[in-house]
């Protein structure tokens, strides 16, 4: 049972990413549909690994997404950084500035893992944190190929 709805997860993912054609735009309509499909399925397979009863999703998910949209901030901003080189810059401060920001997302899961642990069991805490880790790996997984035909 649980393959299966792995890979009726799978299926699902592969039927977001085929929807949107060409690169991502936060201003267009369609991705920020796909977007939201993707966060969707993310949520079905973390409640589903993380076994996670009604009470607990009702008081983990507003915690993750906060932990999640400041880690999104954090990538954002280093993503930034390491796109941006050229001749002309610092790039040993661009660096610092990297790892500064690493640092800080480090702080930032350990802030937050003390507010999961108050909603959630440390097995799950763990079964959350491989899980979106393969989500993740499988997400960009997806991405590479469609770009790559």
Request: aromatic share 8%.
């Amino acid at each position: 049972m649980k393959y299966v709805s792995i890979g009726f997860l799978l299926l699902l993912s592969l039927n977001a990413f085929s929807q949107v054609s060409g690169k991502v735009n936060n201003t267009n309509p369609a991705t920020s549909t796909q977007q939201d499909r993707i966060l969707q399925i993310k949520i079905a397979k973390l409640t589903s690994d993380m076994k996670l009863t009604k009470s607990q999703a009702e008081r983990f998910w507003p915690i993750y997404h906060a932990c999640d949209n400041q880690r999104k901030e954090i990538r954002r901003e280093i993503r930034l950084l390491s796109r941006n080189f050229s001749e002309d810059d610092d790039a040993y401060k661009k660096q610092e500035r990297i790892q500064e920001l690493k640092q800080k997302e480090l702080d930032l899961t350990r802030r937050y893992k003390g507010d999961f642990l108050k909603v959630i069991s440390e097995q799950q805490y763990g079964i959350m944190l491989v899980s979106e880790e393969r989500f993740n790996q499988v997400l960009l997984d997806r991405l590479k190929e469609r770009n790559h035909d």
